[in-house]
């Protein structure tokens, strides 16, 4: 019986937990369905609409033809027929902005049967619909009540290097908004941080100062700087020259790192895991060798792992006296067979002594936290 509970209960909880994944899809629908679009955003949905319509329509009885029916109700390009259908499937595909989709198409219903019937041949629904007729938008790049040119128009708008507010709609206040790096009323000038890198009769171009200044300047190196960035200085004759934090004698990093010089600031790096601290990557850095460690030369090695291979220089030995003992012994008795057994032993000795000479004694693999903290 309690099985069985348990077994309901959690169908209960599964399909409540679809039910509320469900709910939730379609009240996003329904609200994507009746989001506000902009007067001219709204038109050119109610537009698409339509044009999606006279595809859909043009592979039934247009293209192929009916020859018959044609005959009859004369041709089905044109046709009321093809209109009706078109509007009744008007805004259906359409999921943000379908209610006022559907608003605006019944409000337009006899500017589009008058596009239908009389203008489709020489203007476009868009221009005829949006423009013309409902006046929610405006010919490309004009802008506000009027349809105002927007500057630079027709072929060098805001000098290419922006955009015209309010372009294609009845909004706006047509000025330019400017491109990165680029500034003035038509973006004919180069903004702070930026240089002008080419200039023509129409064109500019900016591009980015170097990362030493602070502001303007006048090209793109370091000694082209009106103004030195944090990190540099400035040299007479040189520019901007990058501050070298790390020789200058200050505790730029804490614990147990080392400082990395980088342009315009540096970097705090740990420290192998054999220093109490250092002054660079690696055992053979450290001032002090930390806990576990002791100092061997100029490095710092592992204590455990040095007397570990006490322990094993003494084995290995002993192994070689055992091996040369047999070897002695064999020879007494057959003199190639020792040889043999002689040379395997020798080839064995040496290639043991230099593995061995080439394991280093700390322990260098990379530390997990590289880069501690990115200072200046």
């Not at 792992?305 to 006490?310: I, N, P, S, T, Y």
Request: aromatic content about 8%; glycine content about 10%.
């Amino acid at each position: 019986m309690a099985k069985i509970l348990a077994i309901i209960l959690n169908l209960y909880i599964i399909f409540s937990s679809i039910y509320g994944v469900y709910s939730t899809d379609l009240g996003n629908v329904d609200e994507l369905k009746s989001v506000e679009l902009p007067p001219c955003a709204a038109c050119k949905v109610v537009v698409d609409s339509f044009k999606k319509g006279l595809d859909n329509t043009s592979r039934g009885k247009f293209e192929g033809g009916d020859s018959a029916w044609e005959a009859e109700k004369g041709p089905y390009a044109k046709s009321e027929v093809r209109l009706t259908e078109i509007q009744e499937g008007l805004c259906k595909e359409v999921k943000e902005g379908q209610k006022q989709c559907h608003a605006l198409a019944a409000e337009s219903e006899q500017m589009i049967e008058e596009w239908w019937f009389r203008h489709q041949n020489r203007k476009d629904l868009f221009r005829f619909l949006c423009i013309e007729k409902t006046k929610r938008c405006c010919p490309e790049n004009h802008y506000g009540p009027q349809c105002i040119p927007c500057a630079g128009y027709p072929n060098n708008i805001c000098n290419k290097n922006g955009k015209c507010k309010g372009a294609g709609t009845r909004k706006g206040n047509g000025q330019c908004q400017c491109d990165q790096g680029y500034s003035g009323e038509d973006c004919s000038k180069c903004a702070p941080g930026h240089y002008e890198s080419y200039r023509d009769g129409r064109i500019v171009l900016c591009s980015f100062c170097h990362s030493a200044c602070d502001g303007s300047c006048k090209g793109p190196g370091p000694r082209d700087c009106e103004k030195c960035a944090k990190g540099w200085q400035f040299l007479e004759g040189q520019g901007c020259l990058d501050i070298n934090e790390c020789v200058l004698g200050k505790k730029n990093c804490p614990g147990n790192q080392f400082c990395v010089n980088k342009e315009g600031g540096y970097s705090c790096l740990k420290c192998d895991r054999a220093c109490n601290g250092c002054h660079g990557d690696g055992p053979d850095m450290c001032f002090k060798c930390a806990i576990g460690y002791k100092k061997k030369g100029s490095m710092c090695v592992n204590i455990e792992a040095l007397g570990r291979q006490k322990q094993e220089n003494v084995t290995r030995y002993a192994t070689y006296l055992g091996l040369c003992i047999s070897t002695c012994i064999i020879l007494q008795r057959n003199i190639v067979m020792a040889g043999a057994i002689g040379i395997v032993v020798s080839i064995y000795i040496t290639l043991s002594e230099y593995m061995i000479s080439n394991i280093h004694l700390y322990d260098n693999s990379p530390n997990v936290e590289d880069f501690v903290s990115p200072a200046a």
